[in-house]
């Protein structure tokens, strides 16, 4: 048996981590020998367009390509009969778009998709030594990350202390505008996107939640909305249920680990999962029973190049990252040679 490169890759990226998921795209592509058709999001296309021409003065013309513009011309990749494979980082509804254009020519898919991840913290932790982690899992890159904590879930015996201790820590973190070395967090990336964060708050708030800080987008220009915890929330509300993908967590109370975890897997993504305890081997043995692609213990959203990172349910198919991301991008030949008649 050996491995071929499938062929032509068609690369859909997303607006939240442009530069970094296009070279994750492109890398195993071309290690494999592959050649990519790359469509960056409409959002921000400059630095994937800058990316592709520093790598062209060293490719062969034509082995990496970049198209940018709308949606459309990741309609007419999906449905190209010319590709062989697409890899697309971004949301459940595209991703579903995308394999249905795909059955044209049955195309092998690599599909990133949403997530609403679920942190969970066991009872009687010392959350003190985890807010750090804890505060960095729900708000890196102002927390439009795919694999960042959505939803956090406290037991009811620990639930006041631990919403004190966490705003506090969050209340003292600066937002603002990130060419200002002072601010730790950013803007969100765009009109809509601080469109969906409001909203889902304001349901919260209407529905009873609890603001324990922030709530209201920060006036002035550009898409600020504050670090925003949210208490007493319950599950019907769009911040528990569907993914903020912004500076917005629920922070969930719970009163037994099984109510927990039943709670945690019961939407229909599974990206990733987190498991909080001051006894890693306890929260290890716990996290089996999360329903996702990746589960961390005491951390959220870490990559590594060597582990494999793709989701369950409507969160995905396929991994990316490590050898089972490398094969990924190739098919498999077997060579079956017929032993001669015996003499």
Not at 81 to 104: L, P
Not at 114 to 136: C, H, Q, R, S, V
């Amino acid at each position: 048996m050996t491995r071929k490169p499938i062929g032509i890759v068609g690369s859909i990226t997303p607006w939240n981590w442009p530069l970094l998921i296009a070279v994750w795209h492109i890398m195993p592509a071309l290690r494999v020998g592959c050649t990519v058709v790359l469509k960056p999001a409409s959002f921000t296309p400059l630095s994937t367009l800058r990316l592709v021409e520093l790598i062209n003065d060293v490719l062969p013309p034509g082995v990496l390509n970049v198209v940018a513009g709308s949606s459309d011309i990741g309609n007419a990749m999906s449905g190209h009969k010319g590709i062989d494979k697409i890899v697309f980082t971004g949301s459940i509804g595209v991703g579903q778009n995308i394999m249905e254009r795909s059955a044209s020519n049955l195309k092998s898919l690599t599909l990133e998709l949403g997530g609403n991840d679920a942190g969970i913290i066991m009872t009687g932790t010392d959350i003190a030594p985890l807010l750090e982690p804890l505060f960095w899992s729900c708000f890196i890159n102002a927390g439009q990350t795919c694999a960042s904590l959505k939803r956090l879930y406290v037991h009811e015996d620990d639930y006041e202390d631990v919403c004190k201790k966490i705003t506090d820590y969050v209340s003292q973190i600066p937002v603002g505008d990130g060419m200002d070395e002072a601010n730790l967090i950013g803007p969100l990336g765009n009109g809509p996107q601080l469109k969906i964060v409001k909203g889902y708050v304001d349901d919260a708030k209407s529905k009873g939640a609890n603001i324990l800080c922030g709530g209201e987008p920060i006036p002035g220009p550009g898409y600020f909305y504050p670090l925003t915890l949210v208490a007493d929330v319950t599950d019907d509300m769009d911040l528990v249920k569907e993914e903020q993908f912004g500076t917005a967590i629920p922070i969930i109370k719970y009163s037994s680990i099984d109510e927990a975890i039943e709670r945690a897997n019961s939407l229909d993504v599974g990206l990733g999962g987190s498991v909080w305890s001051n006894d890693a081997e306890k929260a290890k043995a716990l996290a089996p029973r999360i329903e996702s692609g990746t589960v961390w213990i005491n951390a959220h959203g870490k990559l590594h190049p060597m582990a494999p990172f793709g989701g369950v349910k409507l969160s995905g198919v396929g991994s990316e990252f490590g050898l089972e991301g490398l094969k990924a991008y190739t098919t498999n030949q077997v060579i079956s040679v017929a032993k001669p008649p015996a003499p």
